[in-house]
């Protein structure tokens, strides 16, 4: 495959990646259509909670890749004008760079989040159910807060081979939206136990999003982190109800949530 000569190689590749989260998100989706508990699901979502939803989904899915490459990139080339591809790492080693570095960068992000920005962090939590549209319901500007909006642009700047670690980058954001779906693993089948010792479930973000279970399962891929910090919560089921009621306006929660 030829690469265009306008784009840099790591710029086509990282459009190139968005492909199988585009892929995850839209059969995620069409699987809650298609399914009649799942589709009512969704009718009985407010127009307040629309609003959140898809303009969420929106700055992750559009904006923060735009910022990433139109002004991360040009930040770190100014700042380490020296150090770009300094890093001669080969696939293995940037895979997992991504999927668990990262991953152990974004649980302390995460903790933070709830710590001492939670007045921010709490729109998120206002998701009443399960399902891939709430994966990014965040006020308009939280993203500018979570650590890959920065971290990815630096390490794809400083790796000569990127394409690794663009690998690691999709599955997370994947997994990520699969997370904020409904659909878990049914526990005692083959796969729940192939991947329950490790990877984060779908149920085990829920009990994240429980109020009747504080502080657990901050982490994004691995359930390592929280079992290394005492923040991990086991139950092979999801809980029987997730999310907060606060009380702000549409506005508030997509500008000013602290207020």
Known sequence: ?????????????????????????????????ADATSRRQLQTKSRQDWILDLTGLWVQGILVPFLQ???????????????????????????????????YAYYWNHRWLHRALWS??????????????????NTLWTSLLIVYLWIHPLCLYLLAHPIGYLLGVSLTAALDLWRHSQWTIAPNTWLYRC????????????????????????????????????????????????????????????????R
Not at 74 to 103: E, G, K, R
Not at 120 to 133: I, R, S, Y
Not at 245 to 258: A, E, G, H, N, V
Request: hydrophobic share 45%; glycine share 6%.
């Open 69 to 103: 490459v139109s002004l991360m990139l040009p930040l770190w080339q100014f700042l380490l004008p020296a150090q770009q591809h300094c890093w001669q790492l080969p696939l293995l080693p940037t895979l997992l760079l991504s999927f668990v570095i990262v991953d």
């Open 195 to 258: 991947l329950a010792g490790w990877l984060i479930l779908p149920q085990d973000h829920a009990w994240h999003h429980s109020p009747d279970v504080a502080e657990c399962n901050y982490g994004a891929n691995l359930k390592l982190w929280d079992r290394l910090h005492g923040t991990y919560y086991a139950c092979d089921r999801s809980p029987p109800a997730i999310g907060l009621s606060i009380p702000l306006t549409l506005t508030q929660k997509l500008l000013f949530p602290c």
């Open 1 to 33: 495959m030829v690469l265009p000569t306008t784009l840099p190689p790591t710029v086509f590749t990282q459009t190139l990646l968005q492909l199988p989260i585009l892929a995850t998100f839209i059969g995620l989706l069409g699987g809650t259509i």
């Open 120 to 137: 921010v962090h709490q729109v998120h939590h206002t998701v009443t159910q399960m399902d891939v549209l709430g994966t990014s319901r």
